[in-house]
């Protein structure tokens, strides 16, 4: 009875090593490792047997060079603490995986070391932390905070590019144009008589009307470098890189004639019977339009020329000139 007490004490401290949640490896003085702890086991597919008297490095040659290799040589030479290894470029300097899997994904790791003195000589204690879950919860955040950052560039109600990306997109664009002398024209889209659909249908179906012409404009962009975004309220944008003022005059009309030929039903205080558009266009010139404003300005002058001249149909910017004259 009192015989067997010291005995199962003393296999006490293997037991608890085999048990802790991290991977626990101890090295002597010239970095040979003298215990390797059961979590390595299934994740290394190595037991302890096989492990102990092998250099760390020469076990996993990839550790050569690495950060982690260093702060094992601070703490056997200098008895330098790292507590937490940054690792450069991977989170997984030890081959483990999940328990089980030979060919799985290598778990993400944490790598603290420790040297200690025992009977006058130098060891050091290299424990390795599974930080897959963290990993994957700051992948989960990074990805939301894409997603936020991509919906702020989305407009809410009818799920095309807002005034913001717009704002972003025709600056760019622009630079683009003017650096390689290409072409960039901007048509701006307003919904005739509006304000007759809403007062007729009511909001909500205003907005679906707005939702629907949105789709449709940028169903008809078909390059993707092209973007379509709601400009505000009814009114609506398209960039159009490598588009010259005709090319898009060509395209305009195109849309014009698309959703007046949709057939939407329009309120009876409205210009026409069915629900149309009038846009404006204007393109990039060196000269003149060479500016975001300047350009915006050009197609919404043509824009008004568009209304004034009877709505449903399209107006650009030289034409705009003509009509004001
Ligand atoms: N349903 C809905 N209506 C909007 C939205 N934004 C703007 N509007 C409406 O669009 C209408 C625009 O009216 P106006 O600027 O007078 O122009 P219009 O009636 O389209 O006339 P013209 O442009 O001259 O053909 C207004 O009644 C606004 O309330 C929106 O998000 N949803």
Known sequence: MTNSKPESISSLPTRVLNLVDCGVIVLDHEGCIVLWNGWLVPRSGRGAARMQGHALIEVFPDLRGSRVEAAIFAALLEGVVTEHVPLSHSRAPFPLREPGSFDGALIDQA?????FDEDGRRFCLVEIRDVSSVAVRE???LEHAESLRARSYIDGLTGI???????????????????????LALLLV?????????????????????????????????RPADLAARYGGEEFAAVLPDTTLEQ??????????????????????????QVTLSIGVAAFDRARLNAPEALIE????????AKRGG??????????VDAAA
């Open 248 to 273: 898009a005059r060509v395209l305009a009309d195109r849309i014009r004639a698309h959703v007046a030929g949709l057939g939407l039903q329009q309120a009876p205080a409205a210009h026409h019977p």
């Open 298 to 305: 050009a197609a919404d002058k043509a824009l008004y020329a």
């Open 311 to 320: 709505r449903n149909r399209v107006v650009a910017d030289g034409d705009a």
């Open 111 to 115: 790598v603290s070391v420790t040297p």
């Open 139 to 141: 992948r989960r955040l």
């Open 190 to 222: 307003d919904i005739d008589s509006f304000k007759a659909y809403n007062d007729h249908f009511g909001h909500q179906q205003g907005d679906s009307c707005l939702t629907m012409v949105a789709q449709e404009l940028a169903g008809m962009l078909k």
């Open 161 to 183: 590019a807002n005034r913001r990306h717009f704002d972003v997109a025709l600056e760019r664009e622009l630079r683009r144009a003017q650096r390689a002398d290409s072409a």
